[in-house]
């Protein structure tokens, strides 16, 4: 790949890369870190096969510099919030009978648009709440539909602990929704 | 018989994996009684829905675009490491 090739690459598909960074980290500047980073790795390795479509050869860099950062993410988490499934605690959530503390309200995700839009940005508020961690893991499994195994061989954990980690992102998730959205 | 917790963590799991029979069949005997967890079930499913077709939102908006500072750093870059 040239220069040329490059700028002209940049111009086509570098709109496009910065979404699908975007749809994933959450984070303009990291998205367009890992753009960056592509480019740079295309620049630097020759392996562009020509019967495959530019886009497809990008984006396939483009997972993979995702996923390195949702790795460092990752590290940088300590050790002592890694949940093990006896420790998960969830204390706020239930009673020790197992009851929940606070009854699940009644609401439902918008079907309007409008309110739609609303509803989204009460959502993402939510998912930046939940620690780090925990939503790189959420959003790793509920936005890429990949399955667990990958994801957990992906950022070094086990299956059991991602299915600890996914229940308490989405009931912290769910937990702050019915508290921003029902009083909307 | 499952109570609230035990039932909740299903649910979620049935996002993740296949739940065996036994947990599928306590699962809907305690979903059949219990229309707090009944609750919690349709919206955890419907969250996770709605959070893929954000997602989804995001990559085929046309008017998210890569800035213009960031297109300028970036061929700067290349043009500096390509040397």
Known sequence: MTTENANDWLNEHGDYLYRFALARLRD???????????????IKNNSFAEQS??????????KHKIIDVMRKKNRETPASELMHESD??????????????????????P????????FMGVLQKCIDK???????????????????????????????????????????????LEINWIGH | MLNCKQASQLIS???DKKLSLRERFGLKMHLFICKYCKRFSQQIQKLHVTIHSISKQTEE?????????????????????IK
């Not at chain 2, 297109?71 to 043009?79: E, L, T």
């Open chain 1, 28 to 42: 303009p500047h990291q998205a367009e870190d890992v753009v960056q980073e592509t480019f740079f790795a295309a």
């Open chain 2, 13 to 15: 799991q049935s996002l």
């Open chain 1, 111 to 118: 079907d309007n648009l409008l309110e739609q839009k609303q």
């Open chain 1, 53 to 62: 479509s530019p886009r497809t050869w990008l984006t396939g860099i483009l």
């Open chain 1, 88 to 109: 998960a605690n969830m204390d706020e959530f239930f009673d020790d009978k197992g009851h929940w503390v606070d009854k699940p309200q009644t609401w439902d995700v």
């Open chain 1, 130 to 176: 939940v620690p780090n961690k925990l939503a790189t893991l959420f959003m790793m499994r509920d936005v890429e539909e990949k399955d667990n195994q990958e994801i957990c061989k992906e950022l070094n954990i086990t299956t059991t602990n991602a299915w600890v980690m996914l229940y308490r992102a989405r009931m912290g998730i769910r937990k702050c």
């Open chain 2, 61 to 81: 908006d046309e008017n998210i675009k890569l800035p213009e500072e960031a297109k300028k750093r970036i061929v700067k870059s290349m043009n500096e490491n």
